[in-house]
Antibody, heavy 124, light 107 residues
């Protein structure tokens, strides 16, 4: 079955960077894009960006542009999200989620499969 | 940028109740609205796409309605296993955006 397995919890100091991984299984990794979404405590989910796992093209939310880098390793069927210059407000659960497939030439933007999330805590 | 206002934030229901969760968009998003269910420690599950279409494998007690700016997720004859966090997503424009979420408790 389709599964997205994320890396374990991280604790980082302000100013540091964090890199979260998301290993996909049960489907052809390069045929889909992968979103990254986060949810800070008590806040709504927030879309960060996505990567086309086939060609590596990325699209980022303007809010995170310059601080987030999404990459992928096709040989490992794994997507990565790196967030730099961490501050306390970046404390959140970070999710990867597969973009739904294109059908009939129409490519929806939304997610159809989610990972369980990775908790990132930023604290001095 | 589209803001989604989801309500209520919390609700408590009795098995067999009909439950409605609302999601209002700050601008017209056609039918580009999805609904998801998430239980603690688990991955979110995709339940409604394009405002009204039930995702295959999801029980028919779940349904979605709405178009434009006003959307509703309805759970008929709610069951104890439906206790979860529900959230809406608009995928009409970037950045994609989410409602605040609704925690549904079953008494």
């Amino acid at each position: 079955q389709v599964q997205l397995v994320q890396s374990g919890a991280e604790v980082k100091k302000p100013g540091a960077s964090v890199k979260v991984s998301c290993k996909a299984s049960g489907y052809t990794f390069t045929s889909y894009a992968m979103h990254w979404v986060r949810q800070a405590p008590g806040q709504r989910l927030e879309w960060m960006g996505w990567i086309n796992a086939g060609n590596g093209n990325t699209k980022y939310s303007q809010k995170f542009q310059g601080r987030v880098t999404i990459t992928r390793d096709t040989s490992a069927s794994t997507a990565y999200m790196e967030l730099s210059s961490l501050r306390s407000e970046d404390t959140a659960v970070y999710y990867c989620a597969r973009r739904a497939r294109c059908t009939g030439g129409v490519c929806p933007y939304y997610m159809d499969v989610w990972g369980k999330g990775t908790t990132v805590t930023v604290s001095s | 940028e589209t803001t989604l206002t989801q309500s209520p934030a919390f609700m408590s229901a009795t098995p067999g109740d009909k439950v409605n969760i609302s999601c209002k968009a700050s601008q017209d998003i056609d039918d580009d609205m999805n609904w998801y269910q998430q239980k603690p420690g688990e991955a979110a599950i995709f339940i409604i796409q394009e405002a009204t279409t039930l995702v295959p494998g999801i029980p028919p007690r779940f349904s979605g309605s709405g178009y434009g700016t006003d959307f509703t997720l309805t759970i008929n004859n709610i069951e104890s296993e439906d206790a979860a966090y529900y959230f809406c997503l608009q995928h009409d424009n970037f950045p994609l955006s989410f409602g605040q979420g609704t925690k549904v408790e079953i008494k």
